[in-house]
């Protein structure tokens, strides 16, 4: 059965197919579309805590108007997620969205979700709107960890309902890549193994079960590296990472339901602003001075070009595109 930590460092370039980096500047190959912004959790690492902005719902217009876009870049596009960093099972329509997307040939659509509200009646939903991945993140083995890291959600009813979509997922002839995850802190480091054991036998021969260490933005804990367990492994090193552009501008564009393109995932609030879908296109965005001059910095100096972006490993992956004045991976071994 798959199971991971962190991945490791591999070639984007070989992965997808890419040709050259010119390839990527034209439109992006991953879209997050946020149809929601809100949580009806209060995870103790999450950046909701500092959110700027109120619950509001993506209008069907707006949302449309992307799937259309989209549909034209069918070809290109590799995946659709639908969320950025609150919980998309919020969005009533997010079933009607999902089949939207698949109806427009988007070859892969999924989401992240904490798995609350994922009923029956919604899972079945899902399965027949053709949703291709789902994300589950569990942040424990047990329900006292669980909770107490995970404010508001119970831990028997999240466990209840992906075990029960696992097994809807099962019994239909649909294929839907299912992922469980751990958001890895001190308070449940210990737990690890258990997790992993546990997860990895309910899940088929497509499914992950991971583990993925908080990053900086999402209050990165410079203890964890004493936690003892065998599968853990230390934070990537500033030295290491730094030189390294980061891939999100180069393959990756968001959308916050009220049309705002931040510079990135983790961006929740905006504070680089890239452009509005409500006011122009995906494609005419990405190719747009703003995405221009982030690239152009992060060819020269990689990470370290940014304050934002350093010491940021949430997109720890090789290019397999040499930047000019950046040093190649394998150079630096």
């Known amino acids: 059965m798959p199971h991971s930590l962190t991945p490791d460092f591999y070639d984007f370039r070989s992965e997808y197919g890419i040709g050259s980096l010119e390839q990527l500047e034209s439109f992006p190959k991953f879209v997050q579309i946020e149809t929601v912004s809100g949580c009806n959790a209060r995870c103790r690492m999450c950046s909701v805590h500092d959110w700027k902005r109120t619950k509001s719902a993506m209008s069907d217009g707006l949302f449309n108007k992307l799937v259309a876009e989209l549909a034209e870049k069918k070809a290109w596009v590799e995946q659709v997620t639908l969320q950025m960093g609150g919980e998309p099972l919020l969005d009533r329509r997010l079933e009607d969205r999902v089949s939207a997307l698949k109806r427009s040939g988007i070859r892969s659509v999924g989401f992240t979700t904490n798995a609350s509200m994922l009923d029956e009646d919604r899972a079945k939903r899902l399965l027949e709107a053709g949703i291709d991945m789902i994300d ?50 001190p308070e449940n480091a210990h737990e690890l193994d258990a997790f992993v054991a546990f997860w990895r036998n309910q899940l088929g021969p ?73 006011e122009k296109s995906i494609e005419s965005i990405w190719q747009g001075d703003n995405f221009g001059q982030v690239r152009a910095a992060h060819r020269a100096r990689g990470r370290a070009a940014m304050p934002f972006c350093q010491n940021c490993h949430i997109f720890a992956t090789d290019s397999g595109f040499d930047f000019p004045g950046i040093e190649k991976r394998e150079e630096r071994a």
């Open 136 to 185: 589950f993140s569990i942040d424990g083995a047990s329900a006292e960890t669980f909770e107490a890291i995970r404010i508001n959600l119970s831990y028997e009813e999240v466990c209840g309902n992906v075990l029960r979509f696992i097994a809807l997922r099962n019994a239909s002839d649909r294929r839907v890549q299912i992922r469980v995850r751990m958001v890895i802190q």
């Open 206 to 278: 497509s499914d992950y079960v991971l583990g993925r260490f908080l990053n900086w933005w999402a209050g990165w804990r410079e203890d964890l590296s004493e936690v003892p367990g065998a599968l853990l492994h230390a934070k990537p090193s500033s030295a290491e990472l730094n030189p390294l552009p980061c891939l999100a501008p180069f393959s990756t564009l968001v959308v916050l339901s009220d049309g705002r393109v931040p510079l990135c995932c983790l961006d929740y609030n905006a504070d680089t602003p890239m452009g509005s879908v409500v």
